[in-house]
């Protein structure tokens, strides 16, 4: 994860977990896809820092 926004940055590290956990009761709004911008883990995603 990279971002200049610790806040921002610790919401998408929480959607990172919940987008992959089933559980019911799940909010697809809520619990989607990280922002690719902050979250990522390919050695491209850190050399384009």
């Known amino acids: 994860m990279r971002a200049n926004d610790k ?3 610790r919401i998408d590290a929480l ?3 919940l987008s992959r956990i089933d559980y019911t009761g ?3 709004r809520v619990a989607s ?3 690719p911008k902050i979250v990522g883990s390919s050695p491209e995603f850190f050399a384009t820092a």
């Open 7 to 9: 806040r921002r940055t």
């Open 15 to 17: 959607r990172a977990v």
């Open 26 to 28: 799940k909010n697809e």
């Open 33 to 35: 896809a990280p922002d």
